[in-house]
Structures are given as C-alpha cells and as structure tokens.
C-alpha cells in the first residue's frame, strides 16, 4: 500500500491548476474527488478526457480514476479540500471573488469536523481569512482553528512547461494556526519532489504570489518600454538584452513583446493594487506597470499601419492576419490574451482580419494558408513553433508584404533582406 492511501482529497475546480494537482495527488496514492460546476468539463473528465488541449496531461487523464463530479455533497468524504477557482478581475480591473466566494458557499454547508480547507486560487493578502473562513464558519457552523483547518498554498504552475510542472515547483505556505500549517506542509511534502516552505501567516503566503507576478509584469513592463523607445532610436532591444544577459549577476533577461496575456500576470497584480489602495497606498509603479504592459497590442498595430505605409497600403481595408490567439506558445488557453486587442484595434482601424491558432481550431481559420490567403500584413502574436518555422519565402509566395512580428521570434535579418516590411517589437 502507497504511502497515502486511504486519504481522500477533493479539487474543487478543475482546470489548468486543479486537474494537474489532482492527477498528481491521485498518483501518489490519495483518493481524488473533482469538483467543477462546469458539468461539460465534468463530463469529459468522467469519460477520461482532457478538457483542454496539453498532451502530457491528456496522456495522464486516460488512466485517471478521479471521481468527477458537480455535486459539492462529495466533499464530506474528503481529508483534505482544495479550492483552485479562477481569480478574474472585471473590465474595470476590480479583482472578481465571484469564484472563490461561490466555492467556499458551496463547501460550508458538507464542511466536516478535521477537515483541512486549502485556497490554491492567486489572492491579494487578507483573502483567506477574511473572505474565505468567514464563509466556511458562517454556513457550516464550524469555527476555523478548532473544528476544522485552513491554509493558503498558492499555486505556480507555468502550464505548457516540460521542465517545471506541478510535481516540481517548490512551494510556500501560509497556515491559520500552526495544526494547519503542520497539515499542509505534510501534504504538499507527499505529493511533490520540491521544497515546500512554511510562512508565517496566511497573509505572507498570499503576498509571495502577487509579488511574484508583479515581479515579472514590471520587468516585462520596462522592457517594453525600451522596445518602444529603441523603435525610435534604430537599436535593435533583442540585441541589447542579449548582450545585456552576458553579466553574469544583477540582470535578469526578459523579453519585449505584442502584450502581455494569461490568467496571471496582467491580472494579479491589480489584487495588490486594489488591497492596497483599499488600505491607504497607490502603486504607482504597479499601475504603470499594468499601463505600459496594455498598451502593447495597439503599439504593435502601430508597426504594422507604418509597415503596410512603407508598401502604399493603407489599413483601412487592408487584409491582415492575425497568428496566434493563445497568450503564449504550444497551449490554447487565450485568457488576457492580447491577441484579442490587436484584433480588434486591427477591425477599428478599418483593416479586414483573419486569424489562425492550430491550438484554438474552434475559433479560427480552418488551416494557416487559409488565413494568409489575400493579407498584406501579418502580424505574429503567439510564438508557437509552428509559426516560427515560417519563412519569407512563404510570406512572398502568399503576397504578404509586412510582417509584424509579436513575439520577436523570426530571423529579422532574413526576412529584412528578403524584401519584406519586417518590423519586431523594439526591432
Ligand atoms: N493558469 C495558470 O497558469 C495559473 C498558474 C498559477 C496560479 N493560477 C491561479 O489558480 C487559480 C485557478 O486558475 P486556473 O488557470 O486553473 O483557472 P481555470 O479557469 O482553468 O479553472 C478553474 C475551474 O474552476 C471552475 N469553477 C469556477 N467557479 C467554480 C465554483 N464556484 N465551484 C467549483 N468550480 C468552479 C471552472 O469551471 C474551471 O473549470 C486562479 O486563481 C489563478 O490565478 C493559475
């Protein structure tokens, strides 16, 4: 018998978090209920599908015993409950705890006696305690700390990446109390191969995520900036960030590009935003963080109108294809994406747009050659390997003079002096 055996966890949300700490957990032996209101998602994890497109875990799925269901009765038979609802914000940026509260309303009434409570889902600090337990407390009757344990553990995952997946992340965690802390720490040490380090309090734990993000979402954000600037001052940004990788300390490379996308980065940073404006301080570099970052998709329209210009085109009723609509290579997820943006400044500007994703095929062109077909520009907004294998000749031979390219992911120099209007972003 494994070594975990005999304990049962439930997952309440089942998507590009939940399902892959689920199968996880299944595999080192725990009883795994999933719990998702999405009854289609439900159904095809009934039937052992993936609901989203990722090979590895498709390939897992087809062995998968995880008991799915939309019925949130089952959580009375589980140890452990963790909670991987999405973290939106609405249109006005205003973070979304729609998910998270619909969740924890839904779970209170079955909460059980020694249960462990875990929120996975990205919050700004004050989140578990203040939202989560008092929901918990208010519909089962249970007090937090004594009847049954809670602890934040936020999730890092980084779908589509081969080397860094849910089994090897290290892991920080936040405990109400010391038994939840002890409790998680335990759990997540019999799951994964990773440290998993305990913080101090619920709050610290929730504050590393949303530092995290707001990390990488300023640094994208000051690179962006130079990119837009460098366009104007004929220095290639790619060259400089590699030559500025060659310090071997305090540097850190990031990259320029058509917008920043997923369900992370352009969102959790306006959880701390908003926590602190709510507690007396403006984030000013955050924000402008989060302005420059948004203004990428219309940036990168811009390159092409001056590109198609270069050729006597106009973009009012020019042809243009859009490649790419997930936010980021090799996976379908679209969330945030800016591909979007560009869509649509492209249909505001007067522009007829196409587009095509091999990963998202309900959603666009049926084939690439479909979606080139009559376009005078291109414009790169996912760096999938299928679109950085194309060549100019591929482009001239389909009549597209301007290529735009997004994600900086194509010979520039090939494409410059095969006669097209090649523009990167800051290249
Ligand atoms: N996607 C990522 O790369 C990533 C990485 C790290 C952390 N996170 C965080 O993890 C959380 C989940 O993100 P995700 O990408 O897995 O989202 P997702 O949209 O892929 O999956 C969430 C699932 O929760 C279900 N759901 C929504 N409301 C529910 C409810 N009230 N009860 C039960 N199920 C419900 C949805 O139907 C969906 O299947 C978010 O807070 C996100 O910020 C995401």
């Given at each position: 018998?494994?070594?975990?055996?005999?304990?049962?966890?439930?997952?309440?949300?089942?998507?590009?978090?939940?399902?892959?700490?689920?199968?996880?957990?299944?595999?080192?032996?725990?009883?795994?209920?999933?719990?998702?209101?999405?009854?289609?998602?439900?159904?095809?994890?009934?039937?052992?599908?993936?609901?989203?497109?990722?090979?590895?875990?498709?390939?897992?799925?087809?062995?998968?015993?995880?008991?799915?269901?939309?019925?949130?009765?089952?959580?009375?038979?589980?140890?452990?409950?963790?909670?991987?609802?999405?973290?939106?914000?609405?249109?006005?940026?205003?973070?979304?705890?729609?998910?998270?509260?619909?969740?924890?309303?839904?779970?209170?009434?079955?909460?059980?006696?020694?249960?462990?409570?875990?929120?996975?889902?990205?919050?700004?600090?004050?989140?578990?305690?203040?939202?989560?337990?008092?929901?918990?407390?208010?519909?089962?009757?249970?007090?937090?700390?004594?009847?049954?344990?809670?602890?934040?553990?936020?999730?890092?995952?980084?779908?589509?990446?081969?080397?860094?997946?849910?089994?090897?992340?290290?892991?920080?965690?936040?405990?109400?109390?010391?038994?939840?802390?002890?409790?998680?720490?335990?759990?997540?040490?019999?799951?994964?191969?990773?440290?998993?380090?305990?913080?101090?309090?619920?709050?610290?734990?929730?504050?590393?995520?949303?530092?995290?993000?707001?990390?990488r979402d300023i640094n994208i954000a000051f690179v962006n900036e130079l990119a837009m600037s460098f366009s104007k001052l004929g220095i290639d940004i790619i060259d400089v960030i590699e030559g500025a990788s060659?310090?071997?300390?305090?540097f850190m490379t990031h990259y320029p590009g058509c917008g920043v996308g997923?369900?992370?980065i352009p969102?959790?940073?306006?959880?701390?935003?908003?926590?602190?404006?709510?507690?007396?301080?403006?984030?000013?570099?955050?924000?402008l963080a989060r302005k420059i970052n948004n203004q990428m998709p219309c940036f990168t329209v811009d390159q092409?109108?001056?590109?198609?210009?270069?050729?006597?085109?106009?973009?009012?009723?020019?042809?243009?294809?859009?490649?790419?609509?997930?936010y980021k290579p090799?996976?379908?997820?679209?969330?945030?994406?800016p591909?979007?943006e560009i869509?649509?400044?492209?249909?505001?500007?007067?522009?007829?747009?196409?587009?095509?994703?091999?990963?998202?095929?309900?959603?666009?062109?049926?084939?690439?050659?479909?979606?080139?077909?009559?376009?005078?520009?291109?414009i790169i907004a996912t760096a999938?390997?299928?679109?950085?294998?194309?060549?100019?000749?591929?482009?001239?031979?389909?009549?597209?003079?301007?290529?735009i390219d997004g994600r900086n992911c194509l010979?520039k120099?090939?494409?410059?002096?095969?006669?097209?209007?090649y523009r990167g972003i800051g290249r």
């Open positions: 018998m494994r070594q975990n055996d005999q304990k049962t966890l439930a997952v309440v949300g089942l998507g590009y978090v939940g399902l892959p700490l689920a199968l996880l957990a299944e595999r080192k032996g725990y009883r795994v209920i999933g719990i998702d209101i999405d009854k289609k998602k439900v159904e095809m994890i009934q039937n052992k599908q993936c609901p989203f497109v990722d090979s590895d875990l498709a390939k897992d799925m087809a062995e998968t015993r995880i008991e799915a269901t939309s019925d949130f009765l089952k959580v009375k038979d589980a140890d452990i409950i963790v909670i991987c609802v999405p973290t939106p914000v609405y249109e006005n940026h205003m973070p979304n705890l729609e998910p998270v509260e619909g969740a924890c309303i839904e779970i209170a009434p079955f909460l059980q006696k020694k249960q462990l409570v875990i929120l996975e889902s990205t919050v700004n600090p004050g989140i578990t305690e203040n939202v989560v337990m008092p929901i918990l407390e208010k519909g089962s009757g249970l007090k937090a700390g004594k009847d049954f344990m809670l602890a934040h553990c936020p999730e890092r995952i980084n779908p589509g990446d081969k080397k860094w997946t849910v089994k090897n992340i290290p892991r920080v965690v936040g405990g109400l109390d010391k038994k939840s802390l002890k409790r998680a720490v335990d759990f997540y040490r019999s799951i994964i191969s990773a440290e998993v380090k305990p913080m101090n309090s619920l709050k610290e734990a929730e504050a590393v995520k949303v530092v995290e993000n707001s990390f060659t310090k071997p300390f305090a997923g369900h992370c969102v959790d940073p306006y959880y701390l935003i908003e926590y602190a404006r709510t507690n007396g301080f403006q984030h000013d570099f955050l924000s092409a109108i001056a590109s198609l210009n270069t050729k006597g085109v106009n973009i009012a009723g020019a042809k243009v294809a859009v490649l790419g609509l997930a090799e996976i379908g997820d679209q969330r945030e994406s591909a979007f869509v649509k400044i492209l249909k505001e500007k007067g522009a007829n747009v196409s587009v095509y994703d091999p990963f998202v095929p309900d959603q666009s062109a049926a084939s690439l050659d479909e979606a080139i077909e009559g376009s005078q520009a291109v999938h390997k299928a679109f950085k294998k194309l060549t100019p000749d591929y482009f001239l031979n389909h009549k597209v003079s301007a290529v010979p120099e090939k494409f410059i002096r095969a006669g097209l209007a």
